[in-house]
């Protein structure tokens, strides 16, 4: 059983008895369901907390465990720090409310509907209109491997070109985005901002987005000095992205955010 769970990190302790976040277990969709909704509101409280907020712009979803056509997501026109589980809105790939009483954001849908129906496998995403993103996508290029963290995203993020700048409204529009999403957890989509996905959870979806943004602020402030840094080379960067830029490190390094919000933001739950 170690074995098997040392495969999945290095960071898993080898010494048994200790506290270490597990990944949860369901016998029933209903289980997974409240656990994903829970998590997703946590996920907007966390995007609150660090800022990423812009007037009603930004979405978050998640696919619903048993319905897999249908994916929950914040309301909208509600900020993320009042997102709560009871005003989550259910959502199938045509943009209708399945259920909740808010609105979709429709951009939102049509970005994120047109990806979860291309890519089955794809169970969460996540999208906001950031300052250090946004800055760093309009220069229309990759992240370069500067740091351990930003070499997670080394050979796993692409760089979207197609109608940069222009809000997506269009359901063609989304189509054509989705195409870029296989295979990564991210996108840098030029003029517009950063979308991360996860094939595990909304943790590792949220996490890595948050992680993104702050490898732009670096790498922008890092180009503010004129001066080229020394690059992870990659093949150490590839070992790093292996090892410290997993879907489950993704979710490893979420739990601590959402002790956090379970202490302090406890009517997320309601």
């Known amino acids: 059983m170690l074995d098997k769970v040392k495969r999945v990190s290095i960071y898993q302790p080898s010494q048994p008895g200790l506290a270490f976040p597990e990944i949860p277990s369901f016998a029933t969709h209903a289980q997974e369901r409240s656990h994903r909704k829970q998590r997703l509101a946590a996920a907007c409280r966390a995007f609150a907390l660090h ?11 998640v696919r619903d465990p048993e319905h897999p056509h249908l994916y929950w997501t914040n309301p909208m026109a509600v900020h993320f720090s009042q997102v709560k589980v009871s005003n989550l809105i259910l959502v199938d790939h045509a943009g209708t409310v399945v259920e909740g009483s808010h609105a979709v954001n429709r951009a939102g849908f049509v970005l994120h509907a047109a990806v979860h129906e291309a890519h089955p496998d794809i169970v969460a995403m996540c999208h906001a209109h950031t300052v250090y993103g946004v800055a760093f996508a309009s220069l229309g290029k990759e992240l370069a491997p500067i740091t351990q963290d930003a070499a997670c995203f080394f050979e796993d993020h692409v760089v979207i070109s197609a109608e940069g700048g222009k809000v997506a409204v269009e359901e063609s529009a989304g189509v054509g985005l989705a195409r870029y999403f296989k295979g990564v957890k991210a996108a840098i989509h030029q003029n517009h901002g950063l979308i ?12 890595w987005f948050i992680a993104l943004e702050r490898c732009c602020q670096q790498q922008l402030m890092i180009d503010a000095t004129g001066i080229a840094p020394k690059l992870v080379p990659d093949d150490k960067a590839r070992y790093s992205r292996e090892h410290v830029g997993s879907e489950y490190i993704g979710w490893l390094h979420f739990q601590p955010i959402w002790g956090q919000l ?7 739950l309601e």
């Open 262 to 268: 379970l202490q302090s933001q406890a009517d997320m």
């Open 196 to 207: 991360t996905c996860s094939r595990h959870s909304i943790e590792a979806a949220a996490f």
């Open 51 to 61: 800022s990423l907020d812009y007037g009603f712009a930004g979405h978050l979803t």
